[in-house]
């Protein structure tokens, strides 16, 4: 999916009552079950002692209905919406947080996806993220930046 590279200013925080644990999750597709392919999948973790100035956090946001399923027969086209409203970020977060990348991510069940941020209820919505022709090998993280407030 590319490179995740934090600002300078920013970690992950770990220790007691923070990130006690760490889980590297790979997922490997081999359809055609090619036995040469060789995994040159690296990570660099970099421990600072001194926390940095804002903490990172991933928000997880998406349509927890889905079960992968297929499309019904006779159905041509079907949208999935989700929405974050005011409430839902007023219970996520105390205070502003600042979002420095976007992943979109669907497995191979689309064929098109995007995120868009309403700043108000009167407003067109604003892009963040979008895909036309969704491949589920070739998923990029790309760089945004933008400040979400609680409510």
Not at 1 to 30: C, M, Q, R, S, W
Not at 46 to 58: D, M
Request: charged share 20%; aromatic share 10%; hydrophobic share 35%.
């Amino acid at each position: 999916g590319g490179e995740i590279v934090l600002p300078a200013e920013a970690g992950f925080p770990f220790g007691t009552g923070k990130i006690e644990h760490l889980v590297l999750e790979i997922h490997y597709d081999n359809p055609s079950e090619d036995e040469d392919q060789v995994d040159d999948t690296s990570l660099r973790l970099v421990y600072a002692p001194t926390p940095r100035t804002y903490e990172a956090g991933v928000i997880l946001h998406g349509d927890g209905s889905v079960r992968h399923q297929p499309l019904a027969p006779g159905v041509a086209r079907h949208q999935r919406v989700s929405h974050c409203p005011g409430e839902c970020t007023q219970a996520a977060f105390e205070e502003d947080i600042q979002v420095f990348a976007s992943l979109l991510h669907m497995h191979s069940f689309g064929k098109r996806i995007w995120s868009e941020r309403y700043t108000s209820l009167e407003s067109p919505p604003d892009e963040i993220n979008y895909i036309e022709n969704w491949n589920f090998a070739f998923q990029t993280v790309t760089p945004v930046n933008f400040t979400v407030s609680p409510g």
